[in-house]
């Protein structure tokens, strides 16, 4: 399979079904991280079997008697011989797990993915070991595809996985009962899961489409196992407004096209009228206590729904990023609220509110980005160009670098 690029229709089975298979296997045996080994090695197999053999008429009752075969014979080798005889009656799967007839199929229990997304963000793990077992135990995604998709070497990938399931090992399967504590900590590892994809840390490539698709994907089946809740709306919403704009953000050589810049006629029109649909309802059960998912959907609408970047309604937005901060007053939060109030009350002002986060910025290209730009457009071209040349040395992603470099290639003298 190439780079996260399970396009056919059979990848896209797979993907479907891989966590209630696995679901069903750790509700039964438990051992999660056996489990999880047994149903990778069951989607291998149906990858290399139902191709040229036909999908069965049953796929997920075939993955899960293939899983349970392969579980049970790794349990098995890991008893003493005395145990196995009495081992192999007590994993014996029950009549409910096996491939009932054809046109018998049981309805399959997605609320077993939603058991699965608490697990794989448990909060004794990293968000980096969050976000590797989710992808793997939930979208069915390989180590190897996961490595590529992260730039890492496929062993430090399977380390980070092995130790994520070790930190989650005896942890009970289901729905935790402080779900609604943890449920943030889910949606912020999507979320992040889709930042990567959408905008690259490092690389030569500015977007990995498959990624922020697998984050979307994710999100669409939360959001039908909860869809009640205004915040899985509007991270959906937000996902959606922000990956239409995907094919315009790139030009013919993949060099990266600022928002103000882009092909508007390139956008998805069907993802922005979903994900304003979305965040509209979304506000509209909050009454005016909208999280900060829905307002960050919120700001990605207003600037989806302007017919050109002039048209955009930046004290709307402005207006949202007050809101914003004073419920997530983190550094990317506060400095989109700079170029908002840069774009309201002009450049200078952007850089008096630029000011107090430079002592407490984290390491990183954004806020000279953000200097360069307010610094051009108050007409310090010496200064931009300092900027620029500033966050092109930091960032380590290849079009963001060639970007910043060009930006400052053009105020030399």
Request: proline share 7%.
């Amino acid at each position: 399979m190439g780079q996260l690029s399970r396009t056919s229709e059979v990848e896209d089975l797979l993907r479907s079904h891989a966590p209630q298979v696995l679901g069903a296997l750790v509700r039964r045996y438990g051992h999660f991280d056996a489990a999880e080994d047994a149903v990778q090695e069951a989607l291998l197999a149906a990858a290399g079997q139902w191709g040229p053999g036909g999908v069965p008429d049953n796929p997920r009752g075939w993955l899960i008697k293939v899983a349970s075969r392969r579980l049970t014979d790794a349990l098995r080798s890991e008893e003493a011989r005395r145990l196995r005889e009495e081992k192999a009656a007590a994993l014996t799967p029950r009549d409910e797990f096996l491939a009932p007839p054809p046109g018998a199929a049981r309805a399959p229990s997605e609320d077993d993915t939603l058991s699965l997304l608490f697990l794989c963000c448990h909060p004794e793990l990293t968000p980096p070991g969050q976000i590797a077992l989710t992808l793997r135990a939930v979208g069915g995604l390989t180590t190897a595809e996961i490595a590529r998709a992260y730039l890492v070497p496929e062993a430090t990938m399977a380390q980070r996985i092995s130790r994520a399931k070790q930190r989650v090992r005896g942890t009970g399967f289901g729905r935790p009962d402080n779900w609604e504590e943890r449920l943030p900590a889910v949606l912020h590892t999507l979320y992040l899961i889709f930042n990567e994809g959408y905008t690259a840390t490092s690389g030569a490539a500015l977007q990995r489409a498959e990624l922020a698709g697998e984050a979307v994907r994710l999100t669409r089946t939360v959001r039908r196992l909860l869809p009640e809740d205004r915040e899985v709306a509007g991270l959906l919403a937000l996902m959606l407004l922000t990956d239409a704009r995907r094919a315009a953000r790139t030009g013919p050589h993949g060099e990266l096209v600022p928002l103000d810049e882009q092909d508007r006629g390139l956008w998805d029109k069907a993802a922005v009228e979903e994900g304003v649909a979305l965040v509209t309802e979304a506000l509209s059960w909050s009454r005016g206590r909208a999280g900060p998912y829905q307002l960050r959907a919120a700001i990605a609408a207003v600037h989806d729904e302007a017919p050109s970047a002039d048209a955009t309604d930046w004290r709307e937005i402005l207006g949202l990023y007050d809101i914003l901060v004073r419920q997530v007053p983190g550094p990317a939060e506060r400095l989109n609220r700079v170029v908002a109030v840069a774009m309201v009350h002009g450049p200078r002002a952007g850089l008096a509110e630029l000011e107090p986060l430079e002592a407490e910025s984290a390491p990183g290209h954004r806020l000279d980005a953000v200097r360069a730009h307010l610094l051009e457009r108050a007409g310090d071209a010496a200064g931009a160009r300092a900027a620029y040349e500033s966050a092109a040395g930091k960032t380590l992603s290849l079009p963001e670098q060639r970007y910043l470099q060009a930006r400052a290639a053009r105020l030399r003298p």
